[in-house]
């Protein structure tokens, strides 16, 4: 919703009626900025964003974003700690969209505001002070809502006429704010101008903001306008007296077409240097703006045309594209081609990336309108593999490329290629795909791969001012023998970074934390109910139990099938001996429990009702007859996703966890594919979810197109988390041998760490390793090699939150710095808090000793530093040079920090690990340790101190408090 008070007419009357006052108070020319910001109260950064939608993930940048209340946001809801939510609530007019518009009376209603078709609301009326408190901002406080942006404080005087007109409106304007305080003392109030009305109410307000000092909007012409110089010195005057008499900061919201961030960037830096704070978005505030901090898009659109039959799952969009995106930083949202494209802005997608795999087939037309709508915006364009349609005449001067003549005939020539080319194999010259095209001279292109055959010279692959592109076979050339060894041709970090011209940034990475490499162990149920083929027998648990379990006591996540186990499963006789093994194992300290669903479903697509045209079954939930191979054969039982889900969660709850330690995560069976219901329900019956992904490079296949992303984004907004590393039944042949198969998973480990850390460590079995002496072997060996290796052990529900904090983390840089990127550069990064490490690989160092939110460094593999957090909410510059802290900095941690502080040379956090935890401090030598209030031991080597504590069950709430005091 646009300002009410944004009636460029309006404005002009007010600036006439107040110019006496400025000139009175020498303010009515350019000389007459704001005092220097030291003379009033800073304010924190600011956002208004009034769509149907708040994008949570990038306002919570912002110390205070303001919402439309009507679009549903809840603040209860928002795990954004750093961040206030303010309501948008308008005094001076109503909307008859309004809940309330119903319950005031006609007599109230004195005029209109035309260009937004508002009724002016009497404030002068009796019962209006108590009617906007009970019926405005009282729902709003229930909501959660503490703080208020009050706009249309200036309305009445679209209809008050006379000098005493105008008098009584403000009376009644002074008598609503009282009420509001009076009623809600703690309520933050941002007042949208009322400058009359400062004198009597200036102590109640937080702040004040106008609209458009170098940038407005003119409604009633629909157009942007530059604010002339007059109007923009009798603001600046009213910010002088509202900054030195009444000592509140003031807030600048300009206006700059959403797709111009060049023009948002410069308009708030000129704002900024006159000590107010700026917002500068589209009129409507419909995206996200630059104010105090500019966020950096998170975002990537990956566009594909799916051949009929392949799930989203399977598609090259998240098989190819999505794992580099993920390691650079980007989410990963999908489209395709024969759907309606989304309409998305440069405010919250860093670009668009297409793979096709040959001519867009569903209105092409309108496919390439919509790009080159994107490439108008600014936004990066890349397309791999095809650009999905002949590029030729008007389509190759679209993208600026030269349409070339000559003739393909014989064999293909490389004449240059760019050192990002033939990255995981050589470029393997091919004309099948061949375009007659070339990038021209100048700045912005470079040919990345030139090639000629026959009469026709023309360039592959290219870096392009609109994005970049690579045609087959040079993106992806993948296996045709059916062995699923596709290979990288390009580089594909590089080539991303360069075509969507990525800047550097602060990288939310989930592969470590403190210095130290993730561990996580999960186990699907599956062969729960087998017997051991090893001397003593027993069933798989019992093995596992006494072998691997209770041997090495890692955190880990164990789940059961319920058919596998209940009386009313598969096993119904088994059932009294299996339900022990399971709340045995169920109890240990170091076990989270999960379920691997009722009835272990192979073939996900097929547990959700039929399409239409195909067989139906009984409405209801989500059921499926027929044929009962893609799931386990239970008596009596059809396919009920309901019954899967929340029936196999209710029943572990009931049968077999102990009290206080319900199911927390649903761990996905088969294929691992679910659709958007089945993970809904995971969300209603309150548990994490995982698995899925197929992380498989090893030394016999060593490309990183077998290294799976994070997840994948589903529809409806549903997201399924990936398995970081697969389970032994691939290294084994699908469980046809060789059993010991899955200590290659040390093969997927390393590579999987260097030349870059992909991935954390994860060790991931079904219950049936427990039933053969060779893969209980394996097992031991890979659990031995873990011990071996600097990790950190954490539940895989750890790393699940992490991943989803990953998801919606916001990464932004003080707007004050010029460009993005670069050294000199302030960055705050905001999460929830569940992900704590951050991976520098720019120019110049974090500069830790000034930092908030950041505890120290570490070396990152490939190159920069990682950055240890001790919750979601971080800020450090970026320098040439650092000087090393004289205080603490954690060095390495096998466990969690947060709550770091360190103040007149004592540091002090919150720490707790759930094995063998221990800490180790740089600049630290000379130092004494407390935890708990106790003295502790410290092994000192050098400058560096060592603290080994005791292990928690539950790291995230029991903590230990530790103090840290250093001599001189």
Not at 55 to 83: C, K, Y
Not at 310 to 322: K, L, N, T, Y
Not at 325 to 330: E, I, T, V
Not at 840 to 846: E, F, K, L, R, T
Request: overall charge neutral; hydrophobic content about 40%.
């Amino acid at each position: 919703m646009p300002f009410r008070s944004g009636w460029v007419g309006m404005r002009m009357a007010q600036r006439v009626q107040g110019i006496a006052l400025a000139l009175a108070l020498g303010a009515a020319t350019a000389a007459a900025a704001p005092a220097p910001a030291a003379q009033a109260p800073s304010m924190p950064s600011i956002a208004l964003h009034y769509g149907a939608k708040p994008p949570v993930d990038a306002l919570q940048a912002f110390d205070i974003a303001v919402v439309e209340p009507d679009s549903g946001f809840d603040p209860r809801q928002a795990a954004t700690p750093a961040t206030a939510w303010f309501a948008y609530v308008s005094v001076g007019e109503v909307l008859e969209s309004r809940a309330y518009f119903k319950d005031i009376p006609k007599a109230w209603f004195v005029g209109r505001n035309d260009a937004w078709n508002a009724p002016v609301i009497d404030q002068a009326a009796d019962g209006w002070p108590a009617f906007y408190v009970d019926k405005v901002i009282a729902p709003l406080w229930q909501r959660g809502f503490r703080g208020f942006f009050l706009d249309t404080l200036d309305s009445y005087q679209l209809a008050a006429r006379t000098d005493a007109e105008r008098a009584r409106q403000e009376a009644g304007l002074v008598r609503v704010i009282r009420a509001i305080k009076a009623r809600y003392p703690e309520a933050r109030l941002v007042f949208n101008r009322g400058f009359e009305i400062l004198p009597q109410v200036h102590d109640l307000a937080y702040a004040v903001a106008f609209e458009s000092l170098f940038r407005g909007w003119n409604q009633a012409q629909g157009r942007y306008v530059d604010v002339a110089q007059a109007d923009r010195d009798w603001l600046l005057a009213q910010a002088r007296t509202i900054r030195e008499q009444y000592r509140l900061p003031v807030i600048s919201i300009d206006y700059c077409p959403p797709a111009d961030r060049r023009c948002a960037r410069e308009t708030a830096q000129r704002i900024r240097a006159l000590g107010i704070t700026p917002y500068v978005a589209d009129p409507g505030l419909q995206t996200v703006g630059i104010g105090k901090v500019e966020v950096l898009p998170r975002r990537v659109l990956v566009v594909q045309e799916r051949r009929p039959g392949v799930s989203i799952d399977d598609s090259e969009g998240v098989r190819f594209v999505s794992m580099p995106l993920n390691y650079l930083g980007y989410r990963v949202d999908f489209a395709e081609t024969s759907e309606d494209l989304p309409e998305i802005g440069p405010d919250r997608y860093a670009g668009v990336v297409v793979y096709l795999s040959g001519n867009v087939t569903a209105q092409p037309g309108r496919f390439h309108a919509w790009v080159q709508a994107r490439m108008a915006q600014g936004m990066p364009v890349v397309f791999l593999n095809d650009f999905g349609t002949s590029v030729s005449g008007t389509v190759a001067r679209s993208f600026g490329l030269k349409a070339v003549k000559g003739r393909v005939s014989g064999p293909v020539e490389v004449l240059a290629k760019d050192r990002m080319m033939g990255f995981e194999m050589p470029v393997a010259p091919d004309r099948t795909q061949a375009e007659a095209i070339q990038v021209p001279d100048g700045a912005g292109y470079r040919s990345l791969l030139r090639l000629r055959s026959g009469t026709l010279t023309y360039d592959a692959a290219a870096i392009t001012p609109w994005g970049g592109y690579v045609l087959g076979p040079y993106a992806v050339r993948q296996s045709g023998n059916g062995n699923g060894q596709s290979r990288w041709v390009v580089q594909p970090l590089d080539f991303l970074r360069a075509a969507l011209r990525l800047p550097a940034m602060p990288v939310p990475d989930v592969t470590t934390e403190n210095g130290r490499r993730l561990l996580t162990i999960h186990i699907d149920g599956d062969g729960f109910a087998s017997r051991a083929e090893i001397p003593g027998g027993g069933f798989s648990g019992e093995v596992l139990f006494r072998e691997i379990f209770d041997r090495y006591r890692l955190p880990m996540t164990m789940s059961v099938i319920q058919g596998e186990v209940s009386k009313d499963g598969m096993y119904p006789r088994l059932s009294a001996e299996l339900e022990p093994i399971a709340r045995k194992i169920f109890a240990q300290p170091y076990v989270e429990v999960a379920s691997h669903t009722f009835s272990h479903p192979f073939e996900w697509s097929r547990t959700v009702p039929a399409q239409p045209g195909q067989p139906t079954q009984s409405s209801g939930a989500a059921v499926v007859e027929g044929d009962e191979a893609f799931h386990l054969s239970i008596p009596g039982y059809s396919m009920d996703l309901n019954r899967e889900i929340g029936g196999s969660i209710d029943y572990i709850n009931r049968t077999l966890a102990p009290a206080g330690k319900p199911v927390s995560m649903l761990l996905w069976s088969g294929d691992c594919q679910p659709p958007a219901e089945a993970l809904r329900l995971t969300e209603k019956a309150r548990v994490l979810n995982m698995n899925g992904g197929d992380t498989l490079i090893t030394r016999s296949n060593p490309s990183w197109i077998a290294i799976a992303p994070l997840g994948i984004n589903k529809p409806g907004g549903t997201f399924q988390v990936f398995a970081p590393n697969q389970n032994e039944n691939v290294y084994t042949n699908l469980w046809h041998g060789p059993f010991y198969g899955f200590e290659r998973v040390i093969e997927t480990y390393e590579l999987t760490d260097k030349p870059y850390r992909f991935k954390p460590v994860n060790i991931y079995y079904h219950s049936y390793s427990g039933t053969k002496a060779a893969s209980l072997k394996a097992l031991r060996k890979v659990y031995d090699y873990v011990l071996a290796q600097p990790l950190l052990p954490l539940h895989s529900t750890d790393y699940v939150r992490k991943v989803l904090d990953w998801q919606d983390m916001a990464v932004a840089r003080d707007v004050g710095d010029g460009q993005p990127g670069g050294t000199g550069a302030e960055w705050i990064v905001r999460g929830d808090g569940n992900l704590r490490n951050l991976r520098w690989s720019g120019a110049g160092m974090p500069d830790v000793g000034a930092a908030h939110g950041v505890t120290g460094t570490s070396p990152a593999p490939g190159g920069g530093v990682y950055l240890h957090l001790d919750g979601g909410d971080a800020r450090f510059a970026v320098r040439d040079t650092v000087t090393a802290p004289a205080a603490p900095q954690l060095a390495e941690a096998n466990g969690i920090v947060r709550e770091w502080s360190q103040r007149d040379g004592v540091t002090r956090f919150a720490f707790s690990g759930y094995f063998k935890p221990f800490f180790r401090l740089a600049n630290a030598g000379n130092c004494r340790v407390s935890v708990d209030g106790k003295p502790v031991q410290a092994v000192r080597e050098r400058n560096t101190l060592r603290v080994d504590t005791a292990p928690v069950t539950d790291p995230n709430h029991a903590r230990q408090q530790v103090e840290v005091r250093c001599a001189g």
